[in-house]
């Protein structure tokens, strides 16, 4: 999809309008040009340059100011319009796509589509809107030229015609660079990220970081190398456009008198002067095309990461969906999910398992790393759909019309949590429950919340654990899932965890699901509970434990 086709579809009310704008602005300072050589051929017989002439002037060049302000007024504010849309769009089927999909559309991507992308766009509006109005006036010009010498026109016909033909063919070559530059900087977007979110790791590891720099600066310099190459070709190709538009200057001056015999004087000069509004309304499409095929491209990903988001969003109704408050049985029959890792070529199954779940019960899941604890996890949440068997909610099986539904029991915090400043999607708590919950986790003294926002985030991993737990205590959802919570407290907390925090949310009737690598905590639980092992993807022992 072309920029332009993107703008067409996108712009309902004002665009028939924002063209006629921009070829009036043309045809103003077509017409500008005509007064003036009115005016100049009254001076050249000796008289005074005539009202009409002076007239058609002042009008003419009012019109221009007007269009003008009006085209890059409007245009601005309608190419943010569409922006606003696109990126509201494109948020929006990000928060509607299963998650395995977005997994393999990549963050960078998006994050690429909604910032970058966005940016080229804005700057290409104020100058389709010049384009317009630069090929409406060459096309007036161009009439204004054939009127005082054919033989001018021709010329002008032949050389600007071949000049954009060569362009043209050039300019195609350029445009697998500029798309390839681009993959090259949502590399190091990647790397970025790599140094961000791992930042730890990095500090840890000074061959990592060497690797990790080294590797950054082969990406950044095959960026770079494509960016100047596919920049030097196009400013060759503005240079020689340049160089076409003054050898017709050259043309039409030396040449075209050949040919006519009506061609010179004052003729000449009208011409000439013609011509070089012409030349002025050429340089600046020829340097408006880079733009615009940037933002062709722009316009391209964009349209292209809308079609794989739509491709993996939900296409269920949300005011469809029905909130459970409660649930009797989920059962997960010979279920069976494989993942593919593109980064190692290698594909990870776990399945097939059987695994029933009760209202009230507590779920212990262990097992070493890489057995496939949190896989299930996200597959038993509705995260992962299974590639073979089935999900059961109290009798009825879960599709794609009820996954939502399904989802809707529950609150987790997964191993790599995000933790939200504000309360989304959670009607505003009584202050008592809020203050009572922060100070039986330890985080009184450390955060408050005021009008459904955390005064602040700054917290240990510890901490912030804690306060994941208290927003989805405060979501009162039937079912907890917990990935390893308990990884980053301390021992003295780990301990409340285990010994009074559980046992209030089973009798509070909360669901709980963990995965958890205290194996010492659960042989000293005083609670009835469930505990799972996997092994290599497969669930390899049950078991209950009946107080202790």
Same mark, same amino acid.
């Given at each position: 999809?072309?920029?332009?086709?993107?703008?067409?579809?996108?712009?309902?009310?004002?665009?028939?309008?924002?063209?006629?704008?921009?070829? #009036?602005?043309?045809?103003?300072?077509?017409?500008?040009?005509?007064?003036?050589?009115?005016?100049?051929?009254? *001076?050249?017989?000796?008289?005074?340059?005539?009202?009409?002439?002076?007239?058609?002037?002042?009008?003419?060049?009012?019109?221009?100011?007007?269009?003008?302000?009006?085209?890059?007024?409007?245009?601005?504010?309608?190419?943010?319009?569409?922006?606003?849309?696109?990126?509201?769009?494109?948020?929006? #089927?990000?928060?509607?796509?299963?998650?395995?999909?977005?997994?393999?559309?990549?963050?960078?991507?998006?994050?690429?589509?909604?910032?970058?992308?966005?940016?080229?766009?804005?700057?290409?509006?104020?100058?389709?809107?010049?384009?317009?109005?630069?090929?409406?006036?060459?096309?007036?010009?161009?009439?204004?030229?054939?009127?005082?010498?054919?033989?001018?026109?021709?010329?002008?016909?032949?050389?600007?015609?071949?000049?954009?033909?060569?362009?043209?063919?050039?300019?195609?070559?350029?445009?697998?660079?500029?798309?390839?530059?681009?993959?090259?900087?949502?590399?190091?977007?990647?790397?970025?990220?790599?140094?961000?979110?791992?930042?730890?790791?990095?500090?840890?590891?000074?061959?990592?970081?060497?690797?990790?720099?080294?590797?950054?600066?082969?990406?950044?310099?095959?960026?770079?190398?494509?960016?100047?190459?596919?920049?030097?070709?196009?400013?060759?190709?503005?240079?020689?456009?340049?160089?076409?538009?003054?050898?017709?200057?050259?043309?039409?001056?030396?040449?075209?008198?050949?040919?006519?015999?009506?061609?010179?004087?004052?003729?000449?000069?009208?011409?000439? *002067?013609?011509?070089?509004?012409?030349?002025?309304?050429?340089?600046?499409?020829?340097?408006?095309?880079?733009?615009?095929?940037?933002?062709?491209?722009?316009?391209?990903?964009?349209?292209?990461?809308?079609?794989?988001?739509?491709?993996?969003?939900?296409?269920?109704?949300?005011?469809?969906?029905?909130?459970?408050?409660?649930?009797?049985?989920?059962?997960?029959?010979?279920?069976?999910?494989?993942?593919?890792?593109?980064?190692?070529?290698?594909?990870?199954?776990?399945?097939?398992?059987?695994?029933?779940?009760?209202?009230?019960?507590?779920?212990?899941?262990?097992?070493?790393?890489?057995?496939?604890?949190?896989?299930?996890?996200?597959?038993?949440?509705?995260?992962?759909?299974?590639?073979?068997?089935?999900?059961?909610?109290?009798?009825?099986?879960?599709?794609?019309?009820?996954?939502?539904?399904?989802?809707?029991?529950?609150?987790?915090?997964?191993?790599?949590?995000?933790?939200?400043?504000?309360?989304?999607?959670?009607?505003?708590?009584?202050?008592?429950?809020?203050?009572?919950?922060?100070?039986?986790?330890?985080?009184?003294?450390?955060?408050?919340?005021?009008?459904?926002?955390?005064?602040?985030?700054?917290?240990?991993?510890?901490?912030?654990?804690?306060?994941?737990?208290?927003?989805?205590?405060?979501?009162?959802?039937?079912?907890?899932?917990?990935?390893?919570?308990?990884?980053?407290?301390?021992?003295?907390?780990?301990?409340?965890?285990?010994?009074?925090?559980?046992?209030?949310?089973?009798?509070?009737?909360?669901?709980?699901?963990?995965?958890?690598?205290?194996?010492?905590?659960?042989?000293?639980?005083?609670?009835?509970?469930?505990?799972?092992?996997?092994?290599?993807?497969?669930?390899?022992?049950?078991?209950?434990?009946?107080?202790?």
């Amino acid at each position: 999809m072309t920029f332009l086709e993107l703008v067409r579809r996108e712009m309902h009310g004002s665009l028939p309008k924002l063209l006629f704008m921009s070829a #009036l602005g043309g045809i103003s300072t077509a017409t500008i040009l005509a007064s003036i050589n009115s005016g100049m051929q009254g *001076t050249g017989d000796g008289n005074k340059p005539s009202l009409w002439a002076a007239t058609l002037f002042i009008v003419s060049l009012f019109l221009f100011i007007k269009t003008q302000l009006y085209v890059t007024i409007t245009a601005t504010a309608e190419i943010e319009a569409i922006i606003h849309k696109l990126r509201l769009r494109v948020m929006d #089927l990000v928060r509607r796509s299963e998650l395995l999909a977005m997994e393999s559309i990549g963050r960078s991507r998006i994050v690429a589509a909604i910032t970058s992308d966005t940016a080229v766009l804005t700057q290409a509006s104020n100058t389709l809107s010049f384009t317009v109005q630069g090929a409406v006036l060459i096309f007036f010009v161009g009439i204004y030229v054939a009127y005082l010498s054919f033989a001018a026109f021709a010329m002008t016909v032949i050389i600007v015609s071949g000049a954009a033909a060569i362009f043209h063919v050039k300019n195609r070559r350029l445009i697998t660079e500029k798309q390839e530059s681009a993959q090259w900087e949502r590399r190091l977007y990647d790397r970025l990220t790599d140094f961000m979110d791992g930042f730890k790791e990095v500090r840890l590891n000074r061959a990592r970081s060497n690797d990790l720099f080294d590797d950054s600066v082969d990406v950044s310099r095959a960026a770079a190398n494509l960016k100047i190459r596919s920049q030097a070709e196009t400013f060759k190709l503005i240079v020689s456009s340049q160089v076409a538009m003054y050898v017709l200057l050259g043309a039409v001056v030396f040449a075209a008198p050949q040919f006519s015999d009506t061609l010179g004087g004052a003729s000449l000069t009208k011409t000439t *002067t013609a011509l070089m509004f012409v030349v002025g309304a050429c340089f600046g499409l020829v340097q408006s095309i880079p733009i615009l095929l940037i933002a062709n491209s722009a316009a391209d990903r964009i349209d292209q990461l809308e079609i794989s988001l739509r491709a993996a969003a939900s296409t269920t109704d949300e005011l469809d969906i029905k909130i459970p408050k409660r649930f009797d049985k989920i059962e997960m029959r010979n279920i069976v999910f494989r993942y593919f890792d593109a980064h190692s070529e290698a594909t990870f199954q776990i399945g097939p398992l059987d695994f029933s779940l009760e209202s009230g019960e507590l779920v212990f899941i262990t097992g070493g790393n890489g057995s496939g604890k949190s896989t299930f996890l996200r597959v038993f949440a509705g995260l992962y759909p299974p590639d073979s068997g089935e999900i059961t909610l109290d009798g009825a099986r879960v599709n794609t019309e009820t996954r939502d539904t399904y989802r809707a029991l529950m609150s987790a915090i997964f191993f790599d949590n995000h933790l939200f400043r504000k309360l989304y999607g959670i009607p505003e708590p009584e202050p008592g429950e809020v203050d009572r919950l922060l100070k039986q986790f330890r985080l009184s003294d450390k955060i408050s919340l005021s009008d459904s926002e955390f005064s602040t985030l700054e917290l240990s991993g510890g901490q912030r654990r804690r306060l994941a737990l208290i927003v989805s205590l405060l979501e009162k959802r039937p079912i907890l899932i917990l990935d390893e919570w308990t990884a980053e407290q301390d021992p003295e907390f780990r301990r409340k965890f285990y010994d009074e925090l559980l046992p209030q949310m089973k009798q509070a009737g909360l669901t709980v699901v963990a995965i958890t690598h205290d194996d010492r905590y659960l042989d000293e639980l005083k609670m009835p509970a469930r505990r799972i092992r996997f092994e290599e993807g497969r669930i390899v022992e049950q078991r209950s434990m009946e107080n202790g």
